[in-house]
């Protein structure tokens, strides 16, 4: 009940490594709280880590977010090019950058995680052909 609220719209965010740990320690507290204490030779214990990572089998709330980011990026890719959020996808800010190191960009981190899942680099352009060309068209309708 809590990972539609705690992900709401998390398909647009930027993850940093201290987001995703926040992210990992608030599941597990809640998980904790619904698995409930263990009794061992009636010693009663909270779970440890790598018992709630059994107990999920490994489908972690930062899973579940790049899978949304990359489902998300999949759907903007099968837009049209004049649709608004198409559009701010294949924008390119003007102009010069602040000094410093830049801040991650959604597009280079949701591409991470393509490279991270198996996928071969690809251009964002080249994604939303190989969906489109993949797509089967449906029951009375025919495929652009």
Request: positive net charge; glycine residues 6%.
């Amino acid at each position: 009940m809590t990972r539609p609220i705690v992900t709401y719209s998390s398909e647009n965010w930027t993850l940093t490594a201290k987001d995703e740990n926040s992210l990992r320690t608030f599941e597990r507290q809640v998980l904790r709280k619904i698995f409930g204490l263990v009794n061992i030779d009636n010693i009663w214990r909270k779970r440890n880590n790598t018992e709630i990572d059994k107990l999920i089998e490994g489908a972690d709330i930062v899973r579940f977010i790049k899978a949304q980011r990359i489902k998300w990026l999949g759907h903007i890719q099968r837009m049209d090019q004049a649709r608004p959020t198409r559009k701010l996808l294949d924008w390119r800010p003007m102009g010069t950058r602040p000094v410093g190191r830049p801040r991650q960009r959604w597009q280079e981190d949701v591409m991470e995680d393509l490279k991270k899942a198996g996928r071969r680099q690809l251009r964002i352009e080249e994604l939303g052909e190989t969906w489109l060309r993949r797509r089967k068209p449906t029951k009375g309708c025919s495929a652009k």
